[in-house]
């Protein structure tokens, strides 16, 4: 407990009594943690758009013919809500598909008043929770009898899904790649720091000091720059990106036809990652670059 | 207090210290004379644990120094106050904190650290300087600081290497009366030297080491290089 209180209490004083080595490390985590963030922020955002595109093409419509009872239609849906990656089906009359489409058509709508009789056919929406089975789906859907055409959007999907799974994939590696080159680069920080410090590790070992005793101060040092470094990263981050929501965001949504994420959500996740990852990054750091000091 | 049993030390084939016996006891001041390069920083090193004998028992305080695991070092490191030439000061750390951290390092709680290390700096009579850096302070004043840090946990043994080596003589005779009313308290003294005038001026045991063997002891004795040896 002691030795608790004394690591952080020496901890904050190392810090500030070499501060221009505290402060060199904090700005090479923090830049890496920067540009963490913009990576991290793309992909947030990335997910967010390709969830909301895959929504749209998530629904599977079964046109009908106008003789097929809704009888046959419920034996239909049932038979459908059954099978995998299906996760509703529901039946939509022509009356329904005409109001969707004077919606759809808003001011121009009235030119459907024109129509004598509704040209459009009773059908079933099927939505799904896992694309990868719509083409089984819309294969078994053709086979009911009563259907007049299921049109397959399989292969606009399959670029879509390819397209999300390349860009998320590509993030990923992006990130993981990074946070290898922020350890790396903070640890060398580190060992600098520790390499100053030397002698003075040599002679705390003469004085009779335990590795622990010694490591402590170091450690918690670390895990203080760390931790420093993920405050402001992500304070800077965050007044960056608050600006760019507010730029562009309400343009954002006409052009991509999804929004930017909030940055008050955006905030506490990059906070949830960004000061476990600096606290062990530093920690981490100064562990690996003390290892050699303290052989004996 | 520490004694060596037939010990053997080699590095390669230079011999750093060869069938060495000696015997010192609690309360003796010794001196450890020699060239360079005799053994007498082999010695030293032996009784620290930095290197491990090749053969022989070395005893300090009743621990076999040659069995103790790396883990226990730090313990035999307590039992040994240790004073150097060049100080050997953090210099990050003010004269108090230097002194306090020997301290810490044995869990004695804040309020007996503030209550001793006052009391161990006027000793030493370096009270005034307790906030100052180690680079803010003379030579003597930090060998002073550097006593201080090695003697406040009361250790049964001090090894002081070469520890008026960078002293002008004055200074270096004010260090070596701190020593010798430390000795006075009960702890004992191993110091290592080339300071033939402080040797004979103190008259104390004397042991001389040369090419690895202890070639002369005498109880209250001068500085004797035994070059036909």
Known sequence: MRTIKYALKQAFVQVFRNRTMSIASIFSITAMLLILGLFFILAVNVGLATESAKDKFDTIQIYLLDETTVESANDMISSLKSMNGVDDAVYFTKEQAMEEFRVSWGEQAYLLDTLAENPLPNSIKVTMNDLTQAETVIQVARTFAGVEDVPDSQEFIDQVLRITDGIQKGAIAIIVFLVIVSVVVVSNTVKLTVLAREREISIMKYVGATNWFIRGPFLVEGMLIGCLSSLVSVGLIMAVYTKIVELVGQRALLLLSTSLVPAGFLTTHLFGVFLPLGISIGAIGSIISMRRFLDT | ?229
């Open chain 2, 1 to 229: 207090m520490i004694e060596f049993i037939d010990v053997t030390k080699k590095y390669g084939d230079n011999i750093g210290l060869e069938h060495a016996n000696i015997k010192i006891n609690k309360g003796d001041f010794v001196f450890l004379v020699g060239p360079s390069g005799a053994g007498k920083s082999t010695f030293i090193k032996l009784i620290l644990r930095e290197i491990q004998a090749d053969s022989g028992k070395i005893l300090v305080d009743g621990m076999d120094v040659t069995k103790i695991s790396n883990r226990q070092v730090p313990e035999l490191r307590r039992t040994c106050g240790m004073v150097f030439q060049d100080f050997r000061l953090l210099p990050k750390k003010t004269v108090f904190e230097n002194v306090a951290f020997a301290m810490e390092m044995v869990k004695f709680s804040q309020r007996t650290i503030r209550r001793q290390v006052p009391q161990i700096l006027s000793m030493m009579g370096i009270s005034s300087k307790a906030d100052k850096y180690p680079d803010e302070l003379s030579a003597g004043e930090q060998q002073r600081v550097a006593i201080a840090r090695a003697v406040i946990n009361n250790p049964k043994v001090l090894i002081a290497d070469e520890p008026t080596g960078n002293l002008d003589p004055d200074t270096a005779w004010e260090i070596m009366k701190l020593l010798e009313m430390i000795n006075r308290r009960g702890t004992t003294i191993v110091m290592v030297t080339h300071a033939k005038d402080i040797v004979d001026r103190m008259n104390k045991r004397v042991v001389t080491i040369e090419k690895g063997h202890i070639v002369g002891d005498v109880t209250e004795g001068a500085y004797v290089i035994h070059e036909n040896y």
